[in-house]
C-alpha cells in the first residue's frame, strides 16, 4: 500500500504565498539592469519595495516612477499593480477552471472571497468573467477620456500612455503616476481640470466599490430593494462618508496655501478629490503635507477606513466600519440583537471586525514606534501618516525636504513598512489564519467569569 506524502496548503496559506510569489518575481524583474532608466542605479531593497508596493497596489514609492524607470521596468510596474488590482487569486481561480483542476467548492470560494468579496456557491464563473470584463471595460473608458487631455499636453505617443497607465492605476486605486517625468507631483497639475480630476475620482470610485457590488446591482438591475445588504450597506456608508468628508475638506482646508487662487468650484473640485483619494488612491491634487492638522487627522481616518470588500482599495473596509458602528449602537442601547434595517447579523461577525479593527490600530502604533526607534529624525506625525498609509495600501505620504518620507528611510523601516503592505493586501482576517493552526473539533469550554469594562 502507497503512502502519499504531501504537505497540505490551505485556501488561506495559498493566498498568502500567492502575493508573496509575485512580489519577489517583481523585484527581480526590477533588479535587471534594463529596468532602470539610463544614468540610474537600483538597489534590492529599493527594488523589492517598489515590487511591494505596486503588487499591493499601495503606491509608496522610494523612487520616482517616471524618472527612475525605463520603459520596461515602468511595464513591469504596471504589470504588477494589474495583478494586484484584479487580485492574484482571481487569475488563478480562472487558470484552474479553465484546466478544470481538482480544486474544491471551499477552497474556489475562499480564494473568490479574498478577489470578488462574493458569499455564494454559485455563479463563481459568472463572477469571474464580470471582473475582467469590468475591469477592461472601466480602465478604456477611463483611459479614453484621458485621453482627451493628455493627447494635446504630451503628443499623442506619451498621451495615450499616460492615459492608460493612469486609468489602470486609478481603477486598482494603486496611486502610482508618470508626472515625475514632466515636471509634475502626482496630479496637482491638475487640481483645478474637472476632466481629469472627476475622471480618475470616478475610476477610484468604481475600483473601490468591488467585484461583489457591481455583480449585485447588475444582478438586480439597479433596483435598490432588491439589493443584498452588503451592497446596500456599502453604497450608502461609502456615500456618506464622501459627501461629509468633501464638506469637511472644503472648511478645513479653505485657507489652504495651494487654495490661495482657487474659486469656490475648484475649492470643492480639491476637496471631493482629497476625499476619494484618502480612501487608498494614492493620487493627490492637494500635497498631502500642506493640510492642516484637521486635514491631517481627517485623511487618516479615511485612510483606516478605505473601501469595500473585495475591491481593490484597503483599509479596514466599509463593511467592517459599519458593523462596528452599528454594534456599538446596539450596545448603548442596551439591545441584545444587532439589526441593521430589517435584518439581524450575527455577533461572531461583530466580533471578527472589532478584532479586524484592534489588530490594525495595534500595528500601526508599534510599526510607527518601531520607525521612529530606527530614524531619530523623523517626527511622530510622518511616521504615523506613513504606517496609516502602508497598511491601508493607500501610498500618500509627506514630503521632507522636497522628498517622500518614504524615500529618506532607511533598510529596517522600509522592511516594516513592506510587511505593513503585504499584511494590509492580504488582509489581517486571512493572514491569522494562513499562519493559524486549525481549530481543534471539542475543545473543552472553561467557566465563564467577567470583568468590569467603560
Not at 496611486?175 to 502626482?186: P, W
Not at 474637472?194 to 439597479?222: E, H, Q, R, Y
Not at 473596509?317 to 442601547?333: H, N
Not at 475543545?443 to 467603560?454: C, F, H, M, N, Q
Request: charged share 10%.
Amino acid at each position: 500500500m502507497k503512502k502519499k506524502f504531501g504537505l497540505k496548503i490551505s485556501a488561506w496559506q495559498y493566498l498568502a504565498i500567492g502575493y508573496l510569489g509575485v512580489m519577489l518575481i517583481g523585484s527581480i524583474l526590477l533588479i535587471l539592469p534594463f529596468a532602470t532608466a539610463e544614468g540610474n542605479s537600483t538597489s534590492y531593497i529599493n527594488a523589492l519595495f517598489t515590487s511591494s508596493s505596486a503588487t499591493f497596489i499601495t503606491g509608496l514609492v522610494t523612487y520616482d516612477t517616471g524618472t527612475h524607470w525605463s520603459l520596461f521596468g515602468q511595464l513591469v510596474i504596471l504589470l504588477l499593480i494589474q495583478l494586484g488590482g484584479i487580485g492574484f487569486m482571481t487569475l488563478v481561480s480562472s487558470m484552474l477552471m479553465l484546466i478544470k483542476h481538482n480544486i474544491g467548492l471551499y477552497e474556489r470560494k475562499v480564494m473568490l472571497l479574498d478577489a470578488g468579496g462574493s458569499n455564494k456557491y454559485t455563479g463563481l464563473f459568472v463572477l469571474i468573467k464580470r471582473i475582467f470584463l469590468g475591469t477592461v471595460l472601466f480602465e478604456f473608458l477611463g483611459a479614453c477620456l484621458l485621453c482627451i487631455r493628455f493627447i494635446p499636453d504630451f503628443g499623442a505617443a506619451t498621451g495615450i500612455y499616460y492615459s492608460i497607465w493612469h486609468s489602470i492605476s486609478a481603477f486598482c486605486n494603486a496611486g502610482f503616476d508618470l508626472m515625475g517625468a514632466v515636471g509634475g507631483s502626482s496630479l496637482s497639475n491638475y487640481a483645478t481640470d474637472p476632466l481629469v480630476s472627476l475622471t480618475v475620482c470616478a475610476l477610484i470610485i468604481l475600483g473601490g466599490l468591488g467585484f461583489c457590488v457591481w455583480s449585485d446591482v447588475l444582478d438586480c438591475k439597479c433596483k435598490i430593494k432588491k439589493f443584498q445588504l452588503n451592497t446596500k450597506v456599502v453604497l450608502l456608508i461609502s456615500l456618506i462618508i464622501l459627501i461629509s468628508s468633501t464638506g469637511l475638506f472644503l472648511i478645513f482646508e479653505w485657507n489652504n496655501e495651494n487654495y490661495a487662487n482657487y474659486h469656490f468650484g475648484e475649492k470643492l473640485l480639491a476637496s471631493f478629490f482629497n476625499a476619494t483619494t484618502m480612501r487608498t488612491a494614492g493620487f493627490f491634487t492637494t500635497a498631502p503635507e500642506t493640510l492642516s492638522e484637521s486635514g491631517y487627522i481627517l485623511a487618516v481616518s479615511l485612510m483606516f477606513i478605505g473601501g469595500s470588500s473585495g475591491s481593490t482599495a484597503g483599509g479596514i473596509k466599509v463593511g467592517t466600519f459599519s458593523v462596528i458602528l452599528v454594534g456599538m449602537l446596539a450596545a448603548f442601547r442596551g439591545r441584545r440583537d444587532i439589526n441593521i434595517g430589517n435584518k439581524r447579523i450575527e455577533h461572531s461577525l461583530l466580533s471578527q471586525a472589532l478584532a479586524i479593527f484592534a489588530a490594525c490600530l495595534v500595528i500601526i502604533v508599534t510599526s510607527a514606534l518601531l520607525i521612529c526607534a530606527f530614524e531619530p529624525d523623523l517626527t511622530s506625525k510622518a511616521a504615523l501618516f506613513e504606517c496609516t498609509s502602508a497598511l491601508t495600501n493607500t501610498g500618500l505620504s509627506l514630503s521632507i525636504d522636497g522628498q517622500s518620507c518614504t524615500a529618506t528611510l532607511g533598510i529596517a523601516a522600509k522592511i516594516i513598512l513592506i510587511f505593513l503592505m503585504y499584511a494590509g493586501r492580504v488582509g489581517i482576517l486571512t493572514l491569522a489564519l494562513a499562519l493559524g493552526g486549525k481549530q481543534k473539533v471539542g475543545e473543552l469550554r472553561k467557566p465563564v467569569d467577567s470583568l468590569l469594562i467603560g
